[in-house]
């Protein structure tokens, strides 16, 4: 069961996660359809056969890079297990912060993989972060994409420069 961005685009980022309509991978989508990526979404497959076919199709469908959405008690291994399949960078995060203890976040690490890997912030940030990382690694092969990254980190900037923090005593 894979669905596509309305993006008629190449698929460009592949997403694995069992939370599709959860508010963190909500604005993971929308932070990568602002962009203009496109993504295909998976929920998390239940076999190690499973996730190595999606995995494989994904990237023949032009996937370089993947988001792996995880829920604490489920599918901690299978962002590791998905480094160990693929050459493209992965990238995951924990779909909900509460309930992530240092435990979850060491079986989340691969033990070994063929693949640069990287376990951002939970929730929200975390997912919001994993789609600026990945725009940020496509960019690397997509000067239009890195101008609009650019352009973006740039307003960003602005911004923060121009907002004043409350005053703390």
């Not at 992530?100 to 975390?126: I, K, M, Q």
């Not at 972060?129 to 960003?156: G, M, T, V, Y």
Request: proline share 7%.
């Amino acid at each position: 069961m894979q669905n596509k961005t309305p993006n008629s685009q190449k698929i460009k980022a592949a997403i694995l996660g069992v939370a599709q309509k959860s508010k963190s991978m909500k604005a993971m989508l929308e932070t990568l359809d602002f962009f203009g990526v496109s993504a295909l979404t998976s929920p998390i497959p239940r076999t190690s056969a499973a996730l190595a076919a999606w995995i494989q199709n994904s990237e023949s469908d032009g996937a370089r890079v993947f988001i792996v959405a995880i829920a604490p008690n489920v599918d901690a291994e299978i962002a590791a297990k998905a480094a160990t399949l693929t050459k493209r960078p992965v990238l995951a995060y924990y779909d909900k912060p509460s309930n992530v203890t240092p435990e979850h976040l060491l079986r989340a690490l691969p033990n070994r993989s063929a693949s640069p890997y990287a376990l951002l912030a939970a929730g929200l940030a975390g997912a919001k972060n994993s789609a600026l990382c990945a725009i940020h690694i496509l960019a690397l092969e997509d000067p239009i994409l890195a101008s609009k990254i650019k352009q973006f980190r740039s307003h960003q900037t602005m911004s923060a420069l121009a907002s004043r923090l409350p005053q703390t005593r």
